[in-house]
């Protein structure tokens, strides 16, 4: 850190070009140090910038295309030192923007349906809307509020993830709520931000934008469930109520079933109807802190009529599990036939989800419509895929733990898992005369099904929950095969996979270690697998993995309905692999 002082330091380079009789703003611009005099508060560069020409400039810079054959000054470095220049929060001129409706006309003038949204400039339009939002919360809003159209244009260009930011901070649905400001936003009770943004889901909405073309990627449905997401976590009272309605929950399912309609709507609608249930986010303590600092932000929860609504839609919904679709995926085993594909994944995670709010009417509706059975059959017909197998496995439990009979019968009985994990371990390769989407290469042998892990916690836990449930209990002492299993297998299984047992170096102290706070935040934690397999595709594509991994996942990136596998055998292959590594370095 070096301190300027008179004669020990000569003038800095802004400096020298104030002293100048005539500068420009682009002389000024041009220099490295301009931010650093701004930050440092540089009396005479402030009292420049600050003056109305000079941010009506800087504006132009950062919301204005340039010609392609532009100076790459004019084209890169311009817009990104102006706008940081806004983002040093120098209230002089902030105000200077948010008090003169022309340049806040500017400004919001990039978000027309007619102007040019190039990535890199709707990056530094956001950073400077959401400046404003934090240091000018009152005077930003009132000018939104008297321009409800701009609320329109944003949802149009919601496609772009940094727009998208914009309108999750402009309805509230963000950690950084302004609390102190919350009669400013009583006016988005009166818009209708939430149906536009649901309708992007549909076929059927006329837009004006000139990427309209664009409205059914799948990054304008990814971004439209964000926000519907943030809403779910937290919003102003009025959003909060109308999007755990039934009626909005109807919207979202319309659009997710209607025909022709691409996976990727019904995979987001999905996600935010999860949102909307998952009861794991109301037990995060870092939530819970957050929340407890908010004045107006609501935690929405979905009352019984909204899940009756999602009920009436189970049936369109399960009806997709059974696909008669015949794309084929290579896969190093052999091939699918047809792959399990996101939206069925997405479905069975729904399924998962919906059986742990605790409702009676939608456990006896899964049981009618025999969605947990379909479920579990996937979890067999599919043994390569450990996303599905982490689902189901929560299907299973969840119905187990539960506190009704009727459930546990039908998971025992009418789905007949006891029954299915003998077969299933008894067979312990992929069967070659088998009729189902899994189906071996002719080349080589037969692989051992990547499901054992899974097939050995639901053992596990069905013998764990035994000696307090006398349902449990009768039907695995009736069943002589299990007990035969149990015993010669399952019991020496364990005594493998111990860890504790294991000679390979590993310290005793974990024993006795005990669970702290962000451990237990950890196990309880449920991930969207669905998220992470997209991660790890991303992942290959930009190079973070080796070129023989890439060349191996090349076939099947670009791919929709691509599955994302990685069974146990590999997981085991890859922890040796790493403990081993572990022991030779140490």
């Known amino acids: 850190m070096f301190w300027r002082m008179t004669g020990l330091s000569g003038a800095s380079p802004v400096d020298t070009i104030l002293d100048k009789e005539n500068f420009t703003l682009e002389e000024l611009l041009d220099e490295d140090e301009i931010i650093q005099e701004c930050k440092a508060l540089n009396s005479r560069l402030i009292n420049f910038l600050r003056d109305k020409a000079q941010v009506e400039q800087l504006l132009r810079y950062v919301v204005e295309e ?14 990104f030192i102006a706008c940081e220049i806004f983002t040093c929060e120098i209230d002089v001129i902030l105000r200077t923007l948010v008090e003169d409706e022309e340049l806040m006309d500017l400004l919001f003038s990039f978000v027309k349906p007619d102007h040019p949204h190039s990535t890199l400039l709707s990056g530094y339009f956001s950073k400077v809307v959401i400046c404003l939002m934090l240091r000018k919360t009152a005077p930003l809003m009132n000018y939104v509020q008297g321009h409800p159209e701009i609320v329109v244009q944003l949802v149009d260009l919601i496609g772009i993830t940094s727009i998208m930011e914009v309108l999750i901070r402009l309805i509230g649905a963000d950690e950084n709520i302004y609390s102190n ?26 837009y004006k934008s000139s990427i309209a073309h664009e409205h059914d990627s799948p990054e304008v449905h990814a971004n439209a469930a964000e926000i519907l997401c943030a809403v779910t976590r937290c919003a102003p009272p009025s959003l909060a109520t109308k999007i755990c309605s039934p009626s909005f929950v109807g919207r979202l399912f319309h659009h997710a079933l209607e025909e022709s309609r691409p996976k990727s709507v019904l995979v987001h609608s999905l996600s935010v109807c999860i949102s909307l249930l998952d009861p794991k986010r109301l037990a995060s303590a870092s939530y819970q802190a957050f929340k407890s600092n908010l004045s107006h932000g609501a935690l929405v929860t979905a009352s019984p009529e909204t899940v009756d609504g999602m009920l009436e839609s189970l049936g369109n919904l399960l009806k997709l599990l059974d696909t008669s679709a015949e794309n084929v995926l290579p896969t190093t085993y052999g091939y699918l036939r047809p792959p399990l594909g996101k939206h069925r994944l997405k479905i069975v995670e729904f399924i998962s989800v919906l059986l742990t709010i605790g409702s009676e009417t939608a456990e006896k509706e ?18 390569y895929n450990n996303f599905l197998h982490h689902h189901v496995e929560n299907i299973i439990v969840s119905c187990l733990e539960g506190k009704r009979t009727e459930l546990i019968e039908h998971v025992l009985n009418e789905c007949d898992i006891v029954g299915k994990i003998l077969v299933a371990e008894r067979l312990s390769s992929l069967s070659t005369e088998s009729n189902g989407p899994t189906v071996p290469s002719e080349e080589r042998a037969p692989p051992r099904i990547g499901n054992v892990g899974h097939m050995t916690r639901i053992a596990n836990k069905l013998i764990q929950l035994r000696n307090s449930n006398s349902t449990i209990q009768a039907h695995l002492q009736e069943n002589t095969e299990w007990v035969e299993w149990q015993t010669n297998v399952l019991v020496k299984r364990n005594e493998v996979e111990n860890v504790y047992h294991w000679a390979c170096g590993r310290p005793t102290s974990l024993h006795d270690r005990g669970r702290d706070s962000d451990d237990d935040d950890y196990r309880d934690r449920d991930y969207d697998v669905a998220a992470l397999a997209n991660n790890l595709s991303q992942a290959f594509r930009y190079g973070i993995y080796s070129n023989d991994y890439i060349e191996e996942a090349q076939g099947s990136l670009e791919r929709d309905d691509e599955d994302v596998y990685f069974d146990d055998e590999s997981a085991e292959v890859v922890i040796s692999s790493l403990r081993l590594g572990d022991d030779q370095e140490g």
């Open 181 to 206: 400001y919350g009669d400013a936003m009583q006016w988005l009770e009166n818009t209708d931000v939430l149906e536009m943004i649901a309708d992007k889901f549909s076929s059927s909405v006329s």
């Open 66 to 79: 340039v010609p392609e054959d532009s100076e790459k000054k004019r084209s890169f470095k311009f817009p």
């Open 366 to 383: 899964l049981i009618r419509q025999s969605a947990i059975k379909r479920s579990i059959d996937l979890f067999f017909e599919y043994p």
